[in-house]
C-alpha cells in the first residue's frame, strides 16, 4: 500500500490526536491534512504532485476553508484538473466531514455522474478491502448520480441545463460546462449556461457554501468570461497556460511548459501550429489571439516601481446610464514623461451619473498632481464637465475625438509598438490583463471602453490634432462648438 514518510508520532502530538490510534488511522488523519497529501494518499500514488497541481491544491485548500470561497480555474486540456477537482476534491471533502454535501456539474449527465460514481466507487472499494485507507461508510443511495454517507452527507451531480431539485451543497464544483467547439460559439448556448447557473446552480447553495468552477476556456463570452467581467462576487483566479507568459503565477520564464513531464515544448509548439485560435482560447486559457491583430501583446512594455512622469492626466470615457447591459464608466490616469507614456491607474465600473461624478473625485483625491482630467464629449460627459469644470483644481476640458475608432486605434499603434507605452505590473494591478485583452480583442471583443480612454489620453499627451471644447456651463447649457487646437 502507498504511503508517504510521515513521523507518526509527530503527528499524534501536533494534531492533539488521542492516544491508542493505530498507524492507519493516523496516516488517514496526516493526509487529511491539505489536498497536497491526501491526493497521492487516496490515490495510491497515481495522482502526481506536479509543481503546477501543488500551486491548484493550495488553492482549492484556501477556497473550502473560508466562508463563501470562490474559485475560477483555467487550465489547458488533459492536466489533470478534473482529476484533482472533481475526484480527489470531493473524496478529501467527505472524508474530513461526511455530513457534508457535494455537487458537481458539468456539460452532460453521463460526463457528471461518470466522477460521481469514481469517488462512491473508490470508497467501496476502500469498505471491502483489508486494510482501509478511509474511514466513510456508503449509506443505502448509492446511485452514481446520488449518494449518500451514512452521516447524511454525500455526493450529487447533474447535467448543464438539469435540475437539482432538493440538492442543497456545501461545496458546488462545476466541470467544464461546454462540450465542444460549436457549443461554444453559440450565443444561446452560452445564455442558457448562465441562466442555469444563476437559476439552478447557485439556488442551491447552503450558507456559506464554496462554489469551484474550473474550465477550459473557449469564449470571451462563456461562463468564465462572464464570471469573470460581471459577478458581484470576488473570485479567486487561476489562469495557468500551457506555455508559460509574462508574470506567471508559478514563477516560470516566458515559453516553459505547464507540465514538462508530460508535455514539452516542441510538443506544444506543434499542438499551437494546428489552430491559433484553438491553442489561444483552449490551451493558452485565452479567447483571443495574442499576435496577429492590430496591437499585440509583446508591445506593451511594463514597470515598476514609480515612474519618473513630469505630467498627470485623467482620461475618462463615461456611458449614458447605469445598467446590467451598458458599457463601463473607465476612467484612467496616465503619466508622461519626454516620450514615453505610463499607465498609471484605472477605474472600470458600470456607474450612473453621480457615481461617476464622485469617481472622478475619488481619482483626484488619490491623484493630487492631476493637471488636466479629459472626458470624452458623449453620453453624460458633457454634463459632468458643466458640474466640475469650476470646482475641481484641475482644468476639466470635453474631448471629440476625430475620425473613425479604428483610425483612432491606428495613430497609437506606432507608440505602442515603439515601447513608448507602459503598463504597471498585472500582479500588483490585476485590471491590467483585461486591458490587454480588451486591446488584443479588438475588432472582435465585446467591449472597447478601455481603448476608448487610453487612445483618447494617447492622442491628448502626445499633442496631435485634436478637438477640444470648453464647456461654458455659467453663460448657458449648452456645450461650445468644437475647434481643433494644439497643445505643445
Given at each position: 500500500m502507498w504511503?508517504?514518510?510521515?513521523?507518526?508520532?509527530?503527528?499524534?502530538?501536533?494534531?492533539?490526536?488521542?492516544?491508542?490510534?493505530s498507524?492507519?488511522?493516523?496516516?488517514?488523519?496526516?493526509?487529511?491534512?491539505?489536498?497536497?497529501?491526501?491526493?497521492?494518499y487516496?490515490?495510491r500514488?497515481?495522482?502526481?504532485?506536479?509543481?503546477?497541481?501543488?500551486?491548484?491544491?493550495r488553492?482549492?485548500?484556501?477556497?473550502?476553508a473560508?466562508?463563501?470561497?470562490?474559485?475560477?480555474?483555467?487550465?489547458p486540456?488533459?492536466?489533470?484538473?478534473?482529476?484533482?477537482?472533481?475526484?480527489?476534491?470531493?473524496?478529501?471533502?467527505?472524508?474530513?466531514?461526511?455530513?457534508?454535501?457535494?455537487?458537481?456539474?458539468?456539460?452532460?449527465?453521463?460526463?457528471?455522474?461518470?466522477?460521481?460514481?469514481?469517488v462512491?466507487?473508490?470508497?467501496?472499494?476502500d469498505?471491502?478491502?483489508?486494510?482501509?485507507?478511509?474511514?466513510?461508510?456508503?449509506?443505502?443511495k448509492?446511485?452514481?448520480?446520488?449518494?449518500?454517507?451514512?452521516?447524511?452527507?454525500?455526493m450529487?451531480?447533474?447535467?448543464?441545463?438539469?435540475?437539482?431539485?432538493?440538492?442543497?451543497?456545501?461545496?458546488?464544483?462545476i466541470?467544464?460546462?461546454?462540450?465542444?467547439w460549436?457549443?461554444?460559439?453559440?450565443?444561446?448556448?452560452?445564455?442558457?449556461?448562465?441562466?442555469?447557473?444563476?437559476?439552478?446552480?447557485?439556488?442551491?447553495?447552503?450558507?456559506?457554501?464554496?462554489?469551484?468552477v474550473?474550465?477550459?476556456?473557449?469564449?470571451?463570452?462563456?461562463?468564465?468570461?462572464?464570471?469573470?467581467?460581471?459577478?458581484?462576487?470576488?473570485?479567486?483566479?487561476?489562469?495557468?497556460?500551457?506555455?508559460?507568459?509574462?508574470?506567471?503565477?508559478?514563477g516560470?520564464l516566458?515559453?516553459e511548459?505547464l507540465?514538462?513531464?508530460r508535455?514539452?515544448?516542441?510538443?506544444l509548439d506543434?499542438?499551437?501550429?494546428?489552430?491559433?485560435?484553438?491553442?489561444?482560447?483552449?490551451?493558452?486559457?485565452?479567447?483571443?489571439?495574442?499576435?496577429?491583430g492590430?496591437?499585440?501583446?509583446?508591445w506593451?512594455?511594463?514597470?515598476?516601481?514609480?515612474p519618473?512622469?513630469?505630467?498627470?492626466?485623467?482620461?475618462?470615457?463615461?456611458?449614458?446610464?447605469?445598467?446590467?447591459?451598458s458599457?463601463?464608466?473607465?476612467?484612467?490616469?496616465?503619466?508622461q514623461?519626454g516620450?514615453n507614456?505610463?499607465?498609471?491607474?484605472?477605474?472600470?465600473?458600470?456607474l450612473?451619473?453621480?457615481e461617476?461624478?464622485?469617481?472622478?473625485?475619488?481619482?483626484?483625491?488619490?491623484?493630487?498632481?492631476?493637471?488636466?482630467?479629459?472626458i470624452?464629449?458623449?453620453?453624460?460627459?458633457?454634463?459632468?464637465?458643466?458640474?466640475?469644470?469650476?470646482?475641481?483644481?484641475?482644468?476639466?476640458?470635453?474631448?471629440?475625438?476625430?475620425?473613425?475608432?479604428?483610425?483612432?486605434?491606428?495613430?497609437?499603434?506606432?507608440m505602442?509598438?515603439?515601447?513608448?507605452v507602459?503598463?504597471?505590473?498585472?500582479?500588483?494591478?490585476?485590471?491590467?490583463?483585461?486591458?490587454q485583452?480588451?486591446?488584443?480583442?479588438?475588432p472582435?471583443?465585446?467591449?472597447?471602453?478601455?481603448?476608448?480612454?487610453?487612445t483618447?489620453?494617447?492622442?491628448?499627451?502626445?499633442?496631435?490634432?485634436?478637438?477640444?471644447?470648453?464647456?461654458r456651463?455659467?453663460?448657458?447649457?449648452?456645450v461650445?462648438a468644437?475647434n481643433?487646437?494644439?497643445i505643445?
Open positions: 504511503r508517504s514518510c510521515i513521523c507518526y508520532a509527530t503527528i499524534r502530538s501536533v494534531m492533539q490526536l488521542p492516544a491508542g490510534l498507524l492507519s488511522d493516523l496516516a488517514r488523519h496526516a493526509h487529511l491534512a491539505n489536498l497536497v497529501t491526501f491526493a497521492p487516496a490515490s500514488g497515481a495522482w502526481k504532485p506536479y509543481r503546477y497541481l501543488r500551486f491548484l491544491c488553492k482549492i485548500d484556501e477556497c473550502i473560508k466562508p463563501n470561497g470562490r474559485l475560477l480555474v483555467f487550465m486540456p488533459r492536466h489533470g484538473k478534473s482529476y484533482t477537482i472533481s475526484q480527489m476534491t470531493p473524496m478529501k471533502i467527505l472524508e474530513n466531514d461526511p455530513t457534508k454535501r457535494v455537487v458537481l456539474a458539468s456539460y452532460g449527465d453521463n460526463f457528471a455522474e461518470g466522477w460521481g460514481a469514481k462512491r466507487d473508490a470508497f467501496q472499494a469498505e471491502d478491502s483489508d486494510e482501509r485507507l478511509f474511514s466513510l461508510k456508503l449509506g443505502k448509492k446511485l452514481a448520480s446520488w449518494w449518500e454517507t451514512t452521516e447524511g452527507g454525500g450529487m451531480t447533474a447535467g448543464i441545463g438539469g435540475q437539482l431539485t432538493g440538492k442543497g451543497f456545501d461545496v458546488g464544483i466541470d467544464d460546462v461546454l462540450k465542444d460549436q457549443e461554444a460559439m453559440s450565443p444561446t448556448t452560452r445564455s442558457q449556461i448562465i441562466d442555469w447557473y444563476h437559476s439552478v446552480f447557485y439556488t442551491r447553495h447552503e450558507p456559506g457554501a464554496s462554489i469551484i474550473l474550465m477550459t476556456r473557449w469564449h470571451e463570452e462563456d461562463l468564465g468570461g462572464y464570471l469573470l467581467n460581471e459577478s458581484v462576487e470576488d473570485w479567486d483566479v487561476v489562469r495557468l497556460p500551457a506555455l508559460a507568459e509574462e508574470d506567471d503565477p508559478l516560470r516566458p515559453g511548459p507540465c514538462p513531464e508535455y514539452t515544448a516542441y510538443d506543434i499542438t499551437r501550429r494546428q489552430d491559433k485560435r484553438v491553442w489561444e482560447a483552449m490551451y493558452q486559457q485565452r479567447p483571443v489571439a495574442a499576435e496577429g492590430l496591437v499585440n501583446r509583446s506593451w512594455k511594463i514597470y515598476g516601481g514609480t519618473p512622469v513630469g505630467r498627470i492626466i485623467q482620461s475618462w470615457d463615461c456611458t449614458f446610464s447605469k445598467s446590467d447591459t458599457d463601463y464608466v473607465v476612467g484612467q490616469v496616465w503619466g514623461s516620450n507614456y505610463y499607465l498609471l491607474d484605472q477605474i472600470r465600473e458600470r450612473n451619473f453621480n461617476t461624478e464622485n469617481a472622478i473625485l475619488t481619482m483626484l483625491g488619490k491623484w493630487p498632481g492631476t493637471q488636466n482630467v479629459v470624452e464629449n458623449k453620453a453624460n460627459g458633457p454634463a459632468i464637465v458643466s458640474r466640475l469644470q469650476n470646482n475641481v483644481p484641475a482644468k476639466v476640458e470635453s474631448y471629440t475625438p476625430l475620425g473613425s475608432k479604428d483610425s483612432r486605434i491606428q495613430s497609437v499603434a506606432p505602442i509598438e515603439q515601447g513608448q507602459f503598463l504597471p505590473n498585472a500582479i500588483e494591478h490585476p485590471w491590467v490583463s483585461e486591458f485583452n480588451e486591446w488584443a480583442m479588438w472582435a471583443g465585446k467591449f472597447d471602453d478601455q481603448i476608448d480612454a487610453c483618447q489620453a494617447l492622442d491628448y499627451l502626445r499633442g496631435s490634432s485634436y478637438r477640444i471644447q470648453f464647456s456651463a455659467r453663460k448657458r447649457n449648452t461650445s468644437p481643433p487646437v494644439s505643445g
